[in-house]
């Protein structure tokens, strides 16, 4: 037994190194091939598998189903647009306000807006402000015992909250057009080509510290106390834990996570509009993960990854018919393969490796207890001796 | 084999007198929208005490435990665990100062191995940072594997929960519940689905767990609790109905009426000359319809005025027949010399009821040693027990 479960424990490893490897290769080598246009496409779609990350981590180990990303990721985006807009402001103006701000009659800087100038606040608030919101959202919610189905719909009622009031403000943050039209960053202008290829280098690094992030927080007690909460919640309190706490942790480092990853994007793009808290956006990341597989945290870069890149060839082709696609592939995937690519690379990888290889089935592996039985040894041994003699 | 009980819960808060009680549950109603789960229950419970609760579907007892927990709180009254009222502490609270439920069907980590499941109930540092990043604990890698061999789970130690099959995870529930180290367990039917055999062996491992925990059992089986029993509380419609030995619960008139659903038209003292008769043609193992035969004829004829009211008599004796008890109580309960005298008669008649003409066939082994324990237990003088015996043999041999 013990050597039969060192065999398989090596070869999940195996799997998910050598996925993590062909990725991390493949991160690596798209500068070097891409054109700048589809370098920049991959760019974001990277800064996208920081989402899935953290979907992945509330959703697949600790199964609450959030449905309102995208106000996490808006949120990461304003933080650094704001930086942007400020910073573009030329130091002899009259004054000192982003450009939009002249159309609307606004005189004076909103207050909120003056922290902005700074650049280690920006980098602090990217992060900070989803957690802080994530945080404060989810200890109303999880110490209300709000579960399951009607946490999901919560957090759909939240992005539609978020989404109608940053559509309405348009003094404050130039509502429905968002932030745009980004100057200088860093000495740099943002929208040329090298900068751009900076951006992509530094989203495989954030991807790559939140991937080990994630892989810390899952791999100790903390990640097996998630899969217990999703589980056996009630369980769990019986047991002497308050999963209340948990719970809010777990969901501000996945929102401080999306705002990393909307920053990231924002920069890519361009852009940050209230566009991205659409409810249909924060459903896609949740079908990127469901797509690569819930749990596996690979699987969520993976799916995001594929997901992303079948939607931008499909609209690029035949513009109409990526959302049926979308459906398609969701339904598929949730009937075809529940556990995700990863996952059933994962149960059904090595069978498929050893059916490829040609050395036959893997050799049944009975219920321990039969296998130690002493009457069965006795008995496996007097056949054992009689085959032989 | 069983870790110590004596865990860091009660260190901090206290070490219990011994005359204290550990659980004081005082005139608590529970009321869901005006329906009386629980109605001025009062119960109470010594350290190291094992108590098993039975009671008619609805009569309350998983209300009982919810309200123990802190799941549901009382609408009146008050629960007092070592000392300390109970209300308003959510459960993890209430778990932390040392109490532990098990539930009705098993509740483990499906998606953790039994090793894991083990480690989450063991580990002391129950809050979000000091599970973040505090490594394994000593205390954890030593209690762990002594629980798996406790509930003989050790070879499958790194196999998911959800592999387990259904006994082995209530074996596993009862070991978590263990390695939370607390004072007091809460146990909901565990023998539930369970073989013969595996009940059994729940049976002897809950008795190695009161040794140093107190224990409150719920559970429907009644061979299984004659077998951990010492003292028993029949709850119905939500209040204690009686509280005492198994004997005497099953001989309890009330009792009886609450599970058969009618009151038992024999005396009390009609009763206990069943359940002697009972005990004797039980003593083999089982009830041979023979000699179920004479017991009941005899029997509804020794109680019945009428022929009609003895055969209605017949069919409610039949039921009561059915349990088991034990000789040496139901003797002990017995009055004065007529009854005895009957009881002698009747248990002979029984005895040798397969076979009447020959008056040693059918008395097996077992049958013998019973009936000269009878004897010796009734106290007869011999002659009165040779002028019995006799009365039967030429009756029989009419």
């Known amino acids: 037994m013990a050597v039969a479960k060192q065999k398989k ?66 949120l990461g985006g304003y933080a650094l647009g704001m930086h942007l807009k400020l910073i573009q402001i030329p130091p002899d103006a009259a004054v000192k306000l982003p450009e939009f701000m002249g159309l609307y009659g606004v005189t004076e800087l909103p207050w909120f807006w003056q922290p902005f100038f700074s650049l280690p606040f920006t980098f602090i608030a990217i992060m900070a402000i989803p957690a802080i919101a994530g945080g404060i959202l989810g200890y109303l919610v999880f110490r209300n015992r709000i579960r399951g189905v009607y946490f999901s719909i919560l957090t759909q009622a939240a992005t539609i909250v978020f989404f109608n009031f940053f559509n309405g403000q348009q003094k404050l943050i130039n509502g429905t057009n968002g932030l745009t039209n980004f100057g200088e960053f860093l000495g740099a202008q943002v929208t040329q080509a090298g900068p751009q290829r900076v951006a992509y280098g530094v989203t495989v690094v954030l991807l790559i510290v939140a991937y080990g992030l994630c892989r810390l927080l899952v791999a100790g007690r903390f990640g097996r106390l998630l899969i217990a909460i999703r589980d056996d919640e009630a369980r769990l309190r019986f047991t002497g834990y308050d999963p209340t706490g948990f719970k809010v942790l777990v969901f501000a480092v996945s929102a401080a996570l999306a705002g990393v990853a909307g920053a990231l994007f924002t920069i890519q793009s361009g852009i940050v509009s209230p566009k991205s808290m659409d409810i249909a956006f924060s459903i896609e990341m949740v079908i990127w993960v469901a797509v690569g597989g819930r749990g596996t945290l690979l699987g969520a870069i993976i799916g995001a990854l594929l997901v992303n890149y079948a939607k931008s060839l499909l609209s690029e082709q035949l513009p109409e018919v990526w959302l049926f696609f979308q459906g398609a592939l969701f339904l598929g995937v949730v009937m075809a393969l529940p556990a995700g690519l990863v996952g059933t690379l994962k149960t059904e990888g090595m069978m498929l490796l050893r059916r490829l290889r040609g050395q036959g089935p893997i050799p049944l592996m009975t219920y321990p207890k039969i296998a130690q039985d002493p009457d069965i040894v006795a008995e496996r041994e007097a056949l054992e001796r009689e085959d032989e003699a | 084999m069983i870790p110590a009980s004596a865990s860091s819960v009660a260190d901090s808060s206290g070490a219990i007198a011994p005359s204290e009680k550990i659980l004081e549950i005082d005139q608590v109603t529970v009321s869901f929208d005006g329906f009386l789960a629980l109605n001025n229950l009062n119960f109470s419970l010594a350290p190291g005490e094992l108590r098993v609760i039975i009671g008619p579907n609805g009569a309350g007892k998983t209300t009982f435990l919810d309200t123990i927990t802190g799941k549901v709180q009382p609408t009146q009254g008050t629960v007092r665990f070592k000392g300390r009222n109970l209300r308003g502490l959510p459960e993890h609270k209430i778990s932390r100062m040392g109490i532990g439920r098990k539930f009705q069907t098993p509740r483990v980590y499906l998606n953790l191995t039994v090793r894991e499941n083990l480690e989450l109930s ?72 369970l073989t013969d055999e595996e009940t059994y062996a729940l049976g002897e491992l809950l008795q190695s767990l009161a040794d140093s925990h107190a224990l409150v059992v719920i559970e429907h089986d009644m061979e299984f609790v004659r077998q951990i029993a010492r003292q028993v509380t029949v709850l119905h419609q939500g209040s204690v109905l009686f509280e005492g030995s198994m004997d005497d619960v099953q001989s309890d008139p009330r009792v009886i009426e609450v599970y058969l659903g009618n009151a038992p038209s024999i005396t009390e003292e009609q009763m206990r000359v069943l359940r002697v008769v009972a005990a004797v043609a ?48 139901a003797i002990a309960a017995l009055g004065d010399r007529d009854l005895r005298e009957q009881v002698l008669a009747l248990s002979y008649e029984v005895v040798r009821a397969s076979d009447p003409r020959d008056r040693d066939a059918s008395i097996n082994e077992r049958e013998a040693y019973t009936y000269g324990q009878l004897i010796e237990l009734l106290g007869l003088p011999p002659e009165v027990v040779q002028r019995i015996e006799g009365e039967v043999d030429a009756r029989l041999m009419k």
Request: glycine share 8%; net charge negative.
């Open chain 1, 9 to 74: 424990g090596l070869f999940s490893f195996d799997l998910e190194t050598g996925l993590a490897i062909a990725l991390l290769i493949l991160m690596l080598v798209a500068p070097l091939i891409l054109t700048d246009f589809r370098l920049n496409l991959m760019g974001r779609f990277l800064a996208l598998a920081i989402v899935a990350l953290g979907i992945d981590l509330i959703w697949g180990y600790t199964g609450l189903l959030s449905l309102g990303h995208g106000v996490f990721f808006t």
């Open chain 2, 122 to 193: 063991c580990f002391p540092h129950k809050g979000v940072f000091s599970s973040l990043f505090s490594p394994r604990t000593p205390a954890e890698r030593r209690t762990v594997p002594a629980l798996l061999e406790t509930v003989g789970l050790t070879s499958r130690a790194e196999l998911p929960a959800a592999l387990l099959s259904h006994g082995e995870k209530q074996r596993l529930e009862i070991g978590m519940l263990v390695a939370q180290s607390p004072d007091l367990l809460l146990v909901d039917e565990p023998a539930a689905g």
């Open chain 2, 282 to 329: 039980w003593c083999d193992g089982s009830l041979a319809p023979a000699e179920e035969a004479i017991a009941l004829e005899r029997l509804s004829g020794l109680f019945a005025t009428d022929s009609l009211q003895k055969d209605e008599l017949k069919g409610e004796l039949r039921d009561y027949l059915m349990t088991h008890v034990s000789l040496e109580s």
